[in-house]
């Protein structure tokens, strides 16, 4: 590769990290509340703990890859970061580190409200699952937007610098949140068989998951063609994801076919196709929702596998790509 | 991104205002002696007449000796532009270096204040103490200008040799350059050479397009770029630096 990249990584994987956990405590928190947000039998209580358990895991381990690309971390000045709050501006990055602490408090309060397995209705982490879950969305949504903004917010990067990009990290988020969520609840569930409320609940994430990644389509869709119908800079920046000729010619790398292939095709056709397959057949022959168990583990992997691509795409696609002419 | 600076940038900028202060006083700079009477924003800037530049680059070296700038990373070069078909060929120079703009991108991006545009001469720096080396304004830059220094771990780049400057003397690269191509001074000052180049001369700034009002700016500077090659022009830019292709 012919230009030097500044962010690697520890940043692509801290960006696909901070989507799955803000995107698992969004879905987890919205789940149990338009369950009823309590306990009860019929609320989707264990998807939303497991949701709950799940986020605080990659966000931190995200923040500490995060630390670990800082200049000062990376010749020993192991601490040099709290400086990020002594100051609060408008940088991006700022908002981003404040977001992102507040986020990671309100995941663990929100996982210590799902600690225990049974369904106590009525005990004292009611109020607490229900009130948290309440903040966890909006602040899980911004710091899923956020990682967007962050890289959107430089004319320099023309790549980078579009509102689409803030949208397509968000349902890329939720679509990972789902994912995971729909992964442990499938590797968690071990042969046991399908039951009214497993298959209820797992109708909803498979639905939700198609309907994530129709949006994430459409976006995509608007991302290429505005700018591929511009000229200049972003036209410019923008064939590096399309035609792999262009993007080694001019880049030295050929990201055409990580995208078309890995984010397009594995990340999102594939993972739609299947899930659109399994809600209609369910539909169409009014029988109880129910996809093999390899299925309900190939799906997530696959779309999981979609949104780190779609990050490091983007950051690698962003950064060797300029503005054209000095 | 003025508000809440750690006490040490505060004292930075401080001793800073003292120093140019003193010598603005004591009346033998120019430069300085200038700003002190006349009480007005100064903008450093400086003017590249690529016509007289040999493409020696010892503005490069000078630089790299003046701030011990680490192997592999350069605060200022030369980029060599060749175009055309033989025998309707041309070799330019482009000596390249911090723009100092009036709207830095790399300012509004720093999450934590480290670097800043400064009020009293237009310098834009960077404070080594307060940077934590995200690189985020390396991203930021348009012009990309900075780097991580692989020591300091901090984000680094040109800064019109601030230090000799504010002593009264001129910036590194502009001392040694050997067919005085380079002319530095207060762009604001009508009466400054640089101020009075500029405006008898035709010049041109790097990507105006970007919006950020450079503050280098460059007498017959060629334009040219390698994504002409796809209209069947020959274009061939070596940056000497690297990074081999302009971001």
Known sequence: MSTELHWGFPVISYLFLAGLGAGALTVSASMFLSSGGTASAKSYFPEARYGALIAPVPVILGTFLLIFELGSFQVGDWFKWIKLFQVINLSPMSIGSWLLTIFIGISLVYAYAFWPRSRMTGDQLDKLRKTVAWIGIPMGIAVAVYTGVLLGAMPSRPFWNTPMLAILFLLSAMSSGVAVIMLVRALSRNGRAESEDTARSGYLLTKSDAMLIGFELLVVFLFIMFAHLTVGDVRHAVSIILFSDRSIELFGVNMAVTFWFWVIVVGLLIPVTIELFYIRSGRRHQKQFSVPRSVEIFVPIAVLVGGFMLRYVVVIAGQVTGSIGI | ?247
């Open chain 2, 1 to 247: 991104m003025k508000t809440n600076v750690s006490s040490t940038r505060r004292d930075f900028l401080h001793k800073l205002g003292v120093s140019a202060a003193a010598t603005a006083v004591a009346g033998t700079q120019p430069l300085t002696a200038h700003a002190a009477v006349r009480k007005r924003n100064i903008q450093y800037a400086m003017l590249i007449d690529t016509r007289r530049c040999t493409g020696c680059h010892a503005c490069s070296v000078a630089c790299k000796a003046e701030y011990d700038v680490p192997l592999g990373v350069n605060r200022s070069w030369v980029e060599y532009v060749e175009k055309g078909d033989y025998p309707n060929v041309t070799r330019n120079f482009l000596p390249r270096l911090c723009n100092h703009c009036d709207h830095p991108d790399c300012v509004s991006v720093c999450p934590t204040g480290a670097t800043y545009k400064r009020e009293e001469d237009g310098v834009v720096v960077i404070d080594e103490d307060v940077c934590i080396g995200c690189g985020y304004c390396i991203q930021a830059c348009p012009y990309d200008m900075r780097f991580l220094n692989p020591v300091t771990g901090t984000a680094e780049k040109c800064d019109f040799c601030e230090h000799l400057v504010s002593k009264g003397i001129q910036p590194a690269c502009v001392e040694t350059c050997i067919g005085s191509a380079r002319i530095f001074g207060d762009i604001n000052d009508p009466t400054s050479e640089i101020a009075q180049m500029i405006a008898t001369n035709p010049v041109s700034v790097l990507r105006p397009d970007k919006g950020t009002e450079p503050n280098v700016y460059y007498i017959a500077a060629d334009h040219s770029g390698e994504h002409e090659r796809q209209r069947n022009r020959y274009v061939r830019v070596t940056t000497h630096r690297k990074q081999k292709i302009r971001r």
